[in-house]
Structure formats: structure tokens, C-alpha cells
């Protein structure tokens, strides 16, 4: 898939319901100050932290798609708003952000990275002492969610179990998961149950 491409027809109703879904999530999983910075890791169009954004101090939103990123900072500068922000990064190629967060968030993103160990580290890396990192992803499947694709390469979801013991071993605390959100998706005319959970540690 080119996220490129992708980027200007993404904002889909389901996606933008999907998205309100999982902010909901959030912000029920964590306490959220008003002085926090948050981050969002592959942000595509932004659709989760549209409704996040005044929950924080600041938001800085990363993705490796430029067109994902451009889509963003075009709806940042229609509705106004002034403590978000949009770049193009790609953490696993060693581009730093020069500042720490107390939040990071990610949704429906870990499972397209192959070496998920490396991504853990460097978010962790990223959070202030005691900030949190919360993961929103598909529960472990039988690759049917990504079949129609045929440069996918990542993961068919996770085991929830076997991705808590990862983030253990990256030094998070207390870990804890739950199924959030269920729904099903149409491949070649066929309807597939998936469900998301989210993962959240403490550094």
C-alpha cells in the first residue's frame, strides 16, 4: 500500500469512527494532564488525535508517509488549532526527536513494522520517566486483514500475551491489555470478524 497515495481519500467514515472509538479508549486507559506533551506514531491523517488534541499541552504527530503528514497540517491550519503539529519522521531509520513526551500513542500501526523489539526501545527512549505508551492494534488473526495487499510484510495482529512480555522486557511497567473495539471487514466479498485491543505501560 502507498500511504502516499492513499493519503487524500483515507478519512473514510469508518476509519473516522474507528478513530473516535479508540480516542475514547484512551483517554479512559490513562490519566491525561493538561501539561502533558503527547505524541502520536503513525499518525496517518491524524483521525485519532483530532479528538485528543485538548487533552494535551501540546501534540506533535509523526508519520513516515509525507502525504500523510501534508493531509494533517492542511486540516491543523483549516480548524485552527495551535498546539499540534505534524513531521515526517522515521524512527527506525535513527531520526531523533529532540524532545520527550509523557504520552505516546499509536493505532493500527505496530502490526506494518517487522522488527517491533527496535520500535518499542525507541519509544520508550522518547517518554519521560513515568510517561505512558499506549498501543492500539489487531488482535492475533489469520492474515486475512491484510490478504488484499500484496506488498504487506508485517504482522498478522498480535498475540496479546506474547507482546506484553516484549514490553516487559523493554523495561515498562505495569502492562496491562484489553479488547476495545470489534468490527468486521469485507475481503473479496467475504466478511471477517477483527478486534483491536490496547496495550498501555508506565516507563
Request: charged share 30%; net charge negative; proline share 0%.
Amino acid at each position: 500500500m502507498d500511504f502516499n497515495i492513499e493519503a487524500l481519500n483515507w478519512d473514510t467514515p469508518k476509519r473516522t469512527q474507528r478513530a473516535k472509538a479508540v480516542a475514547d479508549k484512551i483517554i479512559k486507559a490513562i490519566e491525561i494532564k493538561q501539561s502533558y506533551k503527547g505524541m502520536e506514531f503513525g499518525c496517518g491523517t491524524g483521525l485519532v488525535s483530532f479528538n485528543l488534541y485538548d487533552k494535551f499541552q501540546a501534540l506533535t504527530l509523526i508519520d513516515t508517509s509525507s502525504g500523510m503528514i501534508d493531509v494533517v497540517n492542511s486540516k491543523i491550519r483549516e480548524f485552527g488549532i495551535t498546539n499540534m503539529e505534524a513531521v515526517t519522521v522515521d524512527l527506525n531509520d535513527g531520526h531523533a526527536l529532540d524532545e520527550k513526551f509523557d504520552v505516546i500513542y499509536t493505532s493500527m500501526v505496530l502490526h506494518h513494522i517487522v522488527d517491533t523489539e527496535k520500535i518499542l526501545n525507541n519509544l520508550f527512549e522518547l517518554l519521560n520517566e513515568n510517561g505512558y505508551l499506549c498501543i492500539v492494534d489487531i488482535d492475533e488473526e489469520d492474515g486475512s486483514f491484510h490478504s488484499e495487499e500484496k506488498d504487506f510484510n508485517g504482522h498478522n495482529g498480535f498475540n496479546q500475551k506474547e507482546l506484553a512480555e516484549q514490553m516487559k522486557l523493554v523495561g515498562f511497567k505495569g502492562v496491562e491489555s484489553n479488547i476495545i473495539y470489534s468490527d468486521v471487514k469485507n475481503i473479496r466479498g467475504v466478511n471477517k470478524e477483527y478486534s483491536l485491543f490496547l496495550m498501555k505501560g508506565k516507563k
